[in-house]
Every structure is written in C-alpha cells, then in structure tokens.
T-cell receptor
Framework: GESVGLHLPTLSVQEGDNSIINCAYS??????FIWYKQESGKGPQFIID?????DKRQGQRVTVLLNKTVKHLSLQIAATQPGDSAVYFC????????????FGAGTQVVVTP | NAGVTQTPKFQVLKTGQSMTLQCAQD?????MSWYRQDPGMGLRLIHY???????DQGEVPNGYNVSRSTTEDFPLRLLSAAPSQTSVYFC????????????FGNGTRLTVT
C-alpha cells in the first residue's frame, strides 16, 4: 500500500455487506503475501496468506486475491460484522529473505449498523 | 501457551536515557523480529534474528541494539533514547518456513520526552 501520511484510507461498510480492501504492493520479487488485522491497542493479527503461485485463497469469511501482473492484492470479507472494524494491513516478502515483511500503510474499516 | 509476550506495555523516557524492551515467545520459533509503528504508517522492521546467536539489521536499525542468547528471548535496547524513537514497538516470531506467518505481541508504547 501507499503511505498516506497521518490519515489512513477509510472504508465504511454496512453490517452484513461484503467488504473489499485493496493493496498495491511494491516489489515484483515478493512471493509471499499476508493480510493482518489490527484492533486498537493490540498487535497485528494474522488473517490469511497467499503464495505467488496462487491467485486466490479462501478462509472463513475471507478471500484473498492476488494479481501479480499489476501487483495488486485484495481482501474480501463476506457478511461484514461489527467485530471486523479494525485497521487492515497487507504485507509482502520474498521467501529467500524470510520474515522481512514490507507493510502497507493500512486501511481503516468501519462497520456501521 | 502465551504466544509472544512484550514488557512493559507503556514506558516514558527522557532524552538520553537507556532501556530494554523485553520480548519472549514460547512457541519454539526460530525467527524473531522487532518492528516500530508510527501514526498513519505501516510497521517498519528494526532488527531480526533467524536463531540464537544470529541477528541482522532491518529497515530502520539506527539507535537500537539486539541480541539473541536464547531461542525464547529477543530484547531490544535503546542506548540513548531520542524523541524520534517515540513509537509503538512490536515483537514478532515465526517458524522460518513458508506458510508460517509472523505472530505479533501486543506492543510497547514508548514516549521519549
């Protein structure tokens, strides 16, 4: 993701709707991607990951899509719930430099009733 | 199973003081790392370790030292704190293999006056 200084992009979603969070990654050599969720006062929490040899991966209520051609990653959350309100980060790395994650700036998701 | 534990949760230092941020994990993870998070930005890698006795620099290492004498512990030292080091610090760990995403602690909020 791109840095937007002090103001995070915000996605407002109505409870029950689907959410789509987008991320543009920077390194064409990255081959492992992770989505994290961060609630206020807590550390990032793993949601789902995907390797570069895949273009889609599904978890419980979440789907990650990877488009390597345009270096784009998205996270889809089905039937968004109030507990999904948080900041979401995408992160990228190359598996030959294990653990050196490059994080995007994050997207604030606000779920409204 | 406590996961990744960071202490203290909050700390206020004066410019020039030193301190150590503690991090411990009980998952027998080879890989450990320290990130800092500043408002409106993603996390940036400070230092990391791929095993006991091995450490290396990340993206923003200046002003910080680390050591890894045991698999479980990875302390971060500030030798002479500066206001620019005011931030939230996160420790993370993982197995050093694909499909093993980083697990984060809940952070230490540091203020340097």
């Amino acid at each position: 993701g791109e840095s937007v200084g002090l103001h995070l992009p915000t996605l407002s979603v109505q409870e029950g709707d689907n959410s789509i969070i987008n991320c543009a990654y920077s390194n064409s050599a990255s081959d492992y991607f992770i989505w994290y969720k961060q609630e206020s006062g807590k550390g990032p929490q793993f949601i789902i990951d995907i390797r570069s040899n895949m273009d889609k991966r599904q978890g419980q209520r979440v789907t990650v899509l990877l488009n390597k051609t345009v270096k784009h990653l998205s996270l889809q959350i089905a039937a968004t719930q109030p507990g999904d309100s948080a900041v979401y980060f995408c992160a990228e790395m190359t598996t030959d430099s294990w653990g050196k994650l490059q994080f995007g700036a994050g997207t604030q998701v606000v779920v409204t009733p | 199973n406590a996961g990744v534990t960071q202490t203290p949760k909050f700390q206020v230092l004066k410019t020039g003081q030193s301190m150590t941020l503690q991090c411990a994990q009980d998952m027998n993870h080879e890989y450990m790392s320290w990130y800092r998070q500043d408002p409106g930005m993603g996390l940036r890698l400070i230092h990391y370790s791929v095993g006991a006795g091995i450490t290396d620099q990340g993206e923003v290492p200046n002003g910080y030292n680390v050591s890894r004498s045991t698999t479980e512990d990875f302390p971060l030292r500030l030798l002479s704190a500066a206001p620019s080091q005011t931030s939230v610090y996160f420790c993370a760990s993982s197995y050093e293999r694909e499909g093993s995403p980083l697990h984060f602690g809940n952070g230490t909020r540091l203020t340097v006056t």
